[in-house]
């Protein structure tokens, strides 16, 4: 095994063996044995070769000269206001699923820092009446779809964990009989981790006297994710054609959207991405465009003022498609593209903050300001492989579709309590819409299991909501 250590000792990581004497016979061995599982992977030189990299990288993005531009209207659409159109992909949408031809993947594997949840972020409780977890109004979600196409295929759910969040996540849907979904429909499958570094990407970072710190790598590990554990195969095996991406902290998301889906079958395209309006020019928001003509996602911090300040004809904003993160691929693209996009992917650098052994006091420390970095990989990153015209983009209602939890209760933004009024708001615009007299101050949580999206609920015409937080199963 001292292999092991000339191996990282050779790429300047001598620091994580300053404490080798002192550890026990066992302890040496299961360090050396888990800096051995991370070598065999990558090795430490690589590992420094593509933090370095990813330091370069932003710094050549924050002096891009790359020419960006809105979608071509071919790219663009909308469903604001063109409920037609959106009839006519949901059928399209519907179809496909009753065949079994549509897939879901859920983006699980985050450790939700921000929200500082002790449990994975799906399995977090919003405070609505009910109670229910994130994973809960998710699965409700599947069932009702599957009862409304009444087809004999389940709805396959990939459930992306990562080595922090996979144990309790299987877990809590064993204890919750997978939501009366079938087991059989499940399957949990592992992104990978990545060691992290110091601020200078030169150091790696011991969480313990026997492990380095590592987290996961990035939602744009799916990818590799999908590779290591045969989801292509598996799609294959059951015919799935289309497949339907999300984050698990989007409690708006139409999981397994048969609009999306449909969108994507009308105009056949390979990759199609959600939306919905920027809020303002200054909204701190990634935004679909193109640069140099090739889709992609921008950050706000790479737009110039008055890109962002621009009008189009109709008055709204130029660069207005606010990424959401929700995601349609057809199987043929990725039978193109799969192992591509691997070879390929670069990474990012994110600053954190990273609790750390130190072997000189023995002890974790608990840094205030950020104190190294952690590498991801960003699911964009694949959109300019794409042929523009293979490349959708269609435009939802912000209040239908997207309320991300991300911060912690009581925060400015994107936190427990927005979530649950985005979600009570919801049912309770679809209550009204369907002649219902919901008194003023009054929210109503509608069950994902009476209605999927508004459907199904004229047998409340004319009934009076008086008593706030009223459940509708
Ligand atoms: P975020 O990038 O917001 O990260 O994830 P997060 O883990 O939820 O929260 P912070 O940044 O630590 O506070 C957006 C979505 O991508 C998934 C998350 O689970 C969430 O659904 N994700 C993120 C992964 O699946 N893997 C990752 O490595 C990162």
Known sequence: MTYIKETYVDSNQQHLFEHFDDL???????????????????????????????IALSETNKHSTSVISSLPESSYYSIIGNKKEEEEYRKLGLEAISKGEVAVILMAGGQGTRLGSSQPKGCYDIGLPSHKSLFQ??????????????????????????????????????????????????????QGTLPAFDLNGEKLYLGSKTELVESPDGNGGLYRAMVENNLL?????????????YCVDNVLS?????????????????????AVRKRDAAESVGIIATKDGKPCVIEYSEISQELSEAIDETGLLKLRAANIVNHYYSVELFDQQLTNWCDNMVYH?????????DPKTGKISKP???????????IFDVFPSVNIKDFGCLEVERSHEFAPLKNASGSANDNPETSR???????TSWLKDSGADVKDNVLVEVSGTLSYSGENLQQYRGQIFDINDTILE
């Open 24 to 54: 026990t016979d066992v302890e040496q061995t299961e360090l050396l044995n888990n800096l051995k599982v991370i070598s065999d992977r990558i090795s430490p030189h690589k590992l420094v070769e593509d933090c370095q990299n990813a």
């Open 233 to 245: 195969e598996d799609f294959h095996k059951k015919n799935i054609k289309h497949v339907y991406m």
């Open 349 to 357: 650098i994110a600053k954190k903050k990273i609790p750390y052994f």
């Open 368 to 378: 205030t300001e950020p104190n190294g970095i952690k590498l991801e990989q960003f």
């Open 137 to 190: 109004i998710q699965a409700e979600k599947i069932l009702r779809l599957q009862q409304l196409t009444g087809s004999k295929h389940d709805i396959p759910w990939y459930i992306m964990t990562s080595k922090p969040t996979r144990q309790t996540t299987e877990q809590y849907f064993k204890d919750n009989s997978y939501f009366n979904l079938k087991k059989s429909q499940i399957t949990f499958f592992n």
């Open 421 to 427: 009024t985005a979600y009570m708001n919801l049912g």
């Open 254 to 274: 139409k999981v397994a959207d048969p609009v999306f889906i449909g969108f994507a079958i009308k105009y056949n395209f390979k990759l199609a991405t959600k």
